[in-house]
Structures are given as C-alpha cells and as structure tokens.
C-alpha cells in the first residue's frame, strides 16, 4: 500500500531564516505531487503541483519554491521566511491517471517568529 | 469553471443526532467528488468519493454523501454521530480539464459534537 511521509512534523523559525519540508511518498511510482497551505480557520490553497521529476507548477506567487529531485520526493523550499509563511503545509498526491483522488500527508506546522 | 461551496462554516450537533454537511458544486459536465476529515493538527483523510453509478455512495466511519446532479450537490450524512466525528469536512471537485486533472476544494466545514 502506498504512504505518504512529511517532516518534520512541526517547525518554528526566525523571520528571514530559510526553510526545508520535505515530503516523500512509497509504494506508487510516477505521482503527481502536491503542496498546499492551510492558515487558521482557512481553507486549502495549492501552492505547487508536479507531474514529474523536474516539473513544478506554481500556482501562486509567493515567498516559496518547491522542487523535485527524485520520482517520490517533493520538497518546499524559502531562502527567507516571512511572518504570513506560518501555517499547516499539507503534502499529498494522486496516481497520474485521467481520475485522480489526491491522498495526503500528516503535514508540518511551520511557526515563523 | 469549477467551485465549490460549503453554505456552513460550522455546525453543531448532539451525539447520537443525525448529520447533514452541505455541499454545491459549480461545473459543466459531470465532476468527480470528494469528501475529507481533517482532525486537528492531521492531515486530511478521504471519506468517500463518487465517479459514476449510484449516486449515493458510502464511505468509511458510517458516512454516505448523495450525488443530486438536478441540484448540484453532494451531500454528506451520517444517521448518529459519535464525539470521535468532531473535526472539519472538506468537500471538492475533480475535472478533467485541458493541461490535466484539477482539484478544487471547499472553505470547510467545522463539526462540533455535544454531549
């Protein structure tokens, strides 16, 4: 069975410090991958998708940057956290087929002071 | 193009109390649905989901959601709920659009259960 894994689980860091979450998925081959961000009492917003190795979509322009060096890894990067980056980072992904259901990770709470 | 719309941002109910989580779908053609639990601080679990046939369809913990296609929704219900359902729903959307798949979800719905 397939298994979706983010770290880490929770992170606080300074204003202008940068940032690695790295999530990983087992079991499947060639995902679509996801990263979405959920502020307080908000709803999901997709921030990147990817289809491939190398492949990113943005889907907002933003502070944040993501990549993908091997088939079922996906990582969020930013060389300067800002205040408005707190919030609960959800990694998730889909089979590549025309019907995709997106199953996801435990996500990371990012706290920037 | 696609939306969704979940009318309740939260709802309360009695344990033992039936459910009822609304939920309405803007699209063209047929969609895909799908509804989440997020339990805080977790990440979000699918329920159920519905692609073609019968339009009520059943999912995990007890849950059913009916497609109404005459009025774009999807509905999600459960006949007693448990304190263990207290959590936020997430209805969304699925299409097959030109550039691939896209997904769009709903503000949410935040389940409170009394005892």
């Known amino acids: 069975s397939q298994t979706i894994h983010q770290w880490p689980a929770t992170l606080v860091q300074p204003v202008g410090s940068p940032l690695s979450l790295e999530c990983t998925v087992e079991?499947?081959?060639?995902?679509?991958l996801y990263w979405y961000r959920q502020a307080a009492g908000r709803g999901l917003q997709l921030l990147f998708y990817s289809v491939g190795i190398g492949q990113i979509s943005s889907e907002v322009p933003q502070n944040l940057s993501a990549s993908r060096p091997q088939d079922r890894q996906f990582i969020l990067s930013s060389k300067k956290l800002l205040l408005s980056d707190s919030g609960f980072y959800l990694c998730?992904?889909?089979?590549?087929?025309?019907?995709?259901?997106?199953?996801f990770g435990p996500g990371t709470r990012l706290l920037v002071l | 193009a696609q939306s969704v719309t979940q009318p309740d941002i939260h709802i309360t109910v009695s344990e033992g109390a039936s459910l009822e989580l609304r939920c309405n779908y803007s699209y063209g053609a047929t969609p895909y649905l799908f509804w989440y639990v997020q339990s805080p601080g977790q990440g979000l679990q699918l329920l159920l989901k519905y692609f073609s046939g019968d339009t009520l369809v059943q999912g995990i913990k007890g849950f059913e959601a009916e497609f109404k296609r005459s009025q774009s929704s999807f509905n999600l219900r459960k006949p007693s709920v448990h304190w263990s359902d207290a959590a936020e729903y997430f209805c969304a959307v699925g299409a097959s659009q030109t550039g691939g798949f896209k997904t769009i979800f709903g503000a949410g719905t935040r389940l409170f259960v009394k005892a």
């Open positions: 079991g499947t081959s060639n995902p679509n």
């Open positions: 998730a992904w889909s089979d590549s087929g025309s019907v995709q259901t997106q199953y």
